[in-house]
T-cell receptor
Framework: NAGVTQTPKFQVLKTGQSMTLQCAQDMNHEYMSWYRQDPGMGLRLIHY???????DQGEVPNGYNVSRSTTEDFPLRLLSAAPSQTSVYFCASSYGRGTEAFFGQGTRLTVV | GESVGLHLPTLSVQEGDNSIINCAYSNSASDYFIWYKQESGKGPQFIID?????DKRQGQRVTVLLNKTVKHLSLQIAATQPGDSAVYFC????????????FGGGTRLMVKP
């Protein structure tokens, strides 16, 4: 199993550009989530999904969209990139609530 | 709102000593807690977890203690090694706070040879 795979690993965007961060898991997990991690800080929840076709907002959802058309994939879309979205983004998946979340290696995004 | 936090941002220990990393949580409905280790440039890695019906759980060289009375969680690492140097996060899960983990701010553990 590859676990949780995120692409790309690094990305530089200009302000106003849009892009999609990809996340795929091969563990047949129902729960998937996106976090952002700013320097020297913990992880903050952006959006999450408890199953295909179901998504919900986390702590910091503004400026991001998600969809969950399959169990395996959970892409995160930046609609119009802003410098405040410069961060490291982590995707995670788990069997369900109260279970270990497996994390991808992260996408380091810089918005200039 | 409800949050998970840590007492110490940085902990420096001598190789071979035991390390204790602390975490305070405020959501009394939290029933699942987990510790992650994050090395530079990598995603968080699972260390150990504990449910609220337990007060102690042991793994290989690690022990997690849960004190629900004072809403306190700790991670003990025995015989700390240079490879233990990383940032450690505690996280909680409660059914009244969404379905995902809520993370604390992290503690950096530095192991001196």
């Amino acid at each position: 199993n590859a676990g949780v795979t995120q692409t790309p690993k690094f990305q530089v965007l200009k302000t106003g550009q849009s892009m999609t961060l990809q996340c795929a898991q091969d563990m047949n997990h129902e729960y998937m989530s996106w976090y952002r991690q700013d320097p020297g800080m913990g992880l903050r929840l952006i959006h999450y999904s408890v199953g295909a076709g179901i998504t919900d907002q986390g702590e910091v959802p503004n400026g991001y969209n998600v969809s969950r058309s399959t169990t395996e994939d959970f892409p995160l879309r930046l609609l119009s990139a802003a410098p405040s979205q410069t961060s490291v983004y982590f995707c995670a998946s788990s069997y369900g609530r109260g279970t270990e979340a497996f994390f991808g290696q992260g996408t380091r995004l810089t918005v200039v | 709102g409800e949050s998970v936090g840590l007492h110490l941002p940085t902990l420096s220990v001598q190789e071979g000593d035991n390390s204790i990393i602390n975490c305070a949580y405020s959501n009394s409905a939290s029933d699942y807690f987990i510790w992650y280790k994050q090395e530079s440039g990598k995603g968080p890695q699972f260390i150990i977890d504990i449910r609220s019906n337990m007060d102690k759980r042991q793994g290989q060289r690690v022990t997690v203690l849960l004190n629900k009375t004072v809403k306190h969680l700790s991670l003990q690492i025995a015989a700390t090694q240079p490879g233990d140097s990383a940032v450690y996060f505690c996280a909680e899960n409660a059914d009244n706070a969404g379905n995902m983990l809520t993370f604390g701010g992290g503690t950096r553990l530095m192991v001196k040879p």
